[in-house]
């Protein structure tokens, strides 16, 4: 069975790049969400519930159950995915995605939800002030926050503000679903995420009865940050499994 990596917000499976450099196994693949890098089928309204079908509808095309991998958005929504068709998961591993009913959405995702302020930052948008804010404010490398301002476009954009306004209350939505998720779980995650604090990585490894918490010393690009970390962490888990 595969190896199936999502990435977040504003990604797309480039954001893989450093940690499949890192893995052993070459049955790893990693998915762009639709308007991420990808077209939007027909009709497609970039809700938080229409990317969760999508993962399923492609899940369900492998055969097997997966190794499902998450960061970010791509955490919330395979846990998600998880909870509602548990025969398509193996094993999980997810970060930096809160899944709870008492977070409280960081200030640009408040912004993003907001119909006009939210409009008014996207039509503003321009990638060098974000690459740097980027690095700034999440200590991103600067060649990578670049690369990732580079790539929002018009459809990513419309995407973002779309699925942030499906989520209000995404965390008391999903929270108690994921009692019924049945794969053995591992949640990383960095202890310096301003966005995204680590008590809720700790308290999305309680309600998944996760076998591991992996801490990282690093902000909310664990996959970009600690490489190598993540990877290791990853193969340790999907070996520890392996039987299943």
Request: with cysteine; aromatic share 8%.
């Amino acid at each position: 069975m595969p190896a199936v990596l999502i990435h977040g917000v504003p990604d797309t499976h480039r954001l893989w790049g450093p940690v499949r450099r890192h893995l052993s196994r070459t049955d790893v693949e990693a998915w762009d969400l639709p308007g991420f890098g990808a077209p939007r089928p027909q009709g497609f309204g970039s809700t938080k519930e229409e990317y969760v079908d999508w993962l399923v509808e492609r899940l369900e095309r492998i055969g097997e159950p997966v190794d499902l991998v998450g960061h970010d958005w791509g955490c919330i929504l395979t846990a998600r995915v998880a909870s509602v068709r548990p025969d398509l998961v193996r094993t999980w591993a997810g970060g930096s995605g809160p899944v709870s009913s008492e977070y409280v959405w960081h200030p640009l995702a408040a912004t993003w939800q907001d119909p006009v302020e939210g409009d008014r930052y996207m039509d503003r948008l321009e990638a060098v002030p974000l690459a740097r804010d980027l690095t700034r404010g999440f200590d991103l490398p600067a060649e990578e926050a670049r690369e990732t301002a580079a790539r929002i476009d018009a459809p990513m954009k419309d995407s973002i503000l779309r699925l942030y306004r499906s989520a209000l209350t995404v965390g008391a939505e999903w929270e108690p679903g994921l009692a019924r998720v049945s794969a053995p779980c591992m949640v990383f995650w960095g202890v310096l995420d301003p966005a995204c604090q680590v008590e809720f990585g700790r308290k999305l490894g309680e309600a998944l009865h996760a076998v591991k918490v992996v801490e990282l010393d690093c902000n909310h690009w664990t996959v970009l940050q600690r490489p190598a970390h993540v990877a290791a962490a990853l193969e340790s888990h999907w070996s520890a499994h392996a039987g299943v």
